[in-house]
Nanobody, 123 residues
Framework: QVQLVNSGGGFVQAGGSLRLSCAAS????????MAWFRQVPGKEREFVAA????????YYADSVKGRFTISRDNAKKTVYLQMNSLKPEDTAVYYC????????????????WGQGTQVTVSS
């Protein structure tokens, strides 16, 4: 079992930066692929980024590539999403997710979810 707690969302102007954190409980955090998704009202949850347990292999949606960076600290059981050059279209609720399988862009593949944190980017 893994429990995830998101933090770090907020309000920022276009071009600004935010860092999201996701703290995990459980003894086997390093066994899990970690990912970030986002969702706006009326739309499906959208893949943002994922990272393997080693932290050396990362995956990004095309819409955030070059602007967002996912990282993890297995000792602290925490995964981060550094978001730079934010755009109004990045506004969403951001969720972290965990799964023992391979990284995936499909939300249904992930077994554990954080509670979500709101990110609002003004133009």
């Amino acid at each position: 079992q893994v429990q995830l707690v998101n933090s770090g969302g907020g309000f920022v102007q276009a071009g600004g930066s935010l860092r999201l954190s996701c703290a995990a409980s459980g003894r086997t955090f390093r066994d899990y692929v970690m990912a970030w998704f986002r969702q706006v009202p009326g739309k499906e949850r959208e893949f943002v980024a994922a990272i393997r347990w080693s932290g050396t292999t990362t995956y990004y949606a095309d819409s955030v590539k070059g602007r967002f960076t996912i990282s993890r600290d297995n000792a602290k059981k925490t995964v981060y999403l550094q978001m730079n050059s934010l755009k109004p279209e990045d506004t969403a609720v951001y969720y972290c997710a965990a799964d023992r399988g391979d990284p995936s862009e499909i939300a249904g593949r992930y077994d554990y979810w954080g509670q979500g944190t709101q990110v609002t980017v003004s133009s």
